[in-house]
């Protein structure tokens, strides 16, 4: 009994040593992480043998579909052909800069047959620290198991075949299903391009929408239609206001005769005082 308990001492002894020592290696800041610089062998296989072991053990419960139908496997292609690529590669292409800076370095599948249970749970969950992101938290399942099924012919396939089989695929299309739908507030268009242009403001700015309950009224007249784009805005009135001719009120008024108001063949309103001798020509096409 005693041996036993100095046993189980000495164990905790060195676990406790290990854990403080792998703390202090940690907290030293010691160990590049740079992604261009590889793990050392013992922290690789390390690391290798925890995905593979956590992969092994979430995908036995896993259903299986037919991952041989035809119908699958096109769709597949396409979403495979979008999203997969720029890591994964595609029969007849080069490695591409996403491939080449990543580490640990993303299989070519071109090349590399994958279980399709352990394909359709890497790319619905992702794999930390490696660049494989989490593709279920916008795909549902459906797609994700056509991807799983190209995935079984892919490594089959040269370029001709594999261009051929995206060409025909609908994946990707963001109108099949494979993303959430995107929902519009109450009472919008789905599809923006059919707005109507008319009234849209030529700065480019959002149309004045007036609050529920607002009676009709004409904003081509409201905002200054028929004016010169030069022009000032009329002045609003405070509600309550009595009716007056803003035009009137800013003419300079004659001292001694009532002002003549005519308008110019451009639309412009002017006023002035009857001239005391008769009139000369000014310049302008006046029309009395």
């Not at 109507?196 to 004409?218: A, F, K, Q, R």
């Amino acid at each position: 009994m005693r041996k036993h308990t100095q046993h189980v001492i000495t164990v905790a002894i060195v676990l406790g040593v290990i854990a403080i020592g792998a703390a202090a290696f940690a907290w030293s800041g010691l160990y590049n992480i740079a992604a261009d610089d590889q793990h050392t062998r013992p922290v690789y296989a390390m690391l290798t043998t925890f995905r593979e072991r956590s992969i092994a053990a979430r995908v036995k419960d896993l259903q299986l579909p037919d991952v041989t139908d035809p119908a699958r496997i096109r769709q597949g292609a396409g979403n495979y052909n979008a999203m997969c690529t720029g890591c994964h590669l595609a029969p007849g292409m080069e490695e591409t800069e996403l491939s080449k800076g990543l580490y640990p370095a993303p299989p070519n599948l071109t090349q590399h047959e994958v279980d399709a249970t352990v394909a359709f749970w890497v790319i619905k969950h992702g794999v930390k620290m490696s660049g494989m992101p989490a593709w279920g938290k916008s795909m549902s399942d459906e797609y994700i198991w056509n991807m799983a099924a190209f995935l079984q012919q892919l490594p089959d396939l040269d370029e001709e075949q594999y261009k051929a089989l995206v060409a025909t695929s609908g994946g990707h299309s963001h109108g099949g299903g494979e993303t959430q739908p995107h929902e519009e507030p109450a009472g919008v268009p789905d599809d923006h391009s059919d707005m109507p242009m008319e009234g849209m403001p030529m700065d480019g700015s959002e149309p004045h929408v007036d609050p529920p309950g607002t009676p009709p009224h004409d904003d081509g007249d409201a905002s200054g239609a028929g004016m010169k784009m030069d022009e000032a805005k009329p002045h609003p009135h405070a509600p309550g206001t009595p009716a007056h001719d803003d035009q009137a009120a800013s003419a300079p008024k004659a001292a001694t005769a009532k002002p003549v108001v005519h308008r110019h063949a451009d639309g412009t309103v002017e006023s002035h005082p009857v001239p005391p001798s008769p009139q000369t020509d000014d310049g302008h096409d006046h029309q009395h």
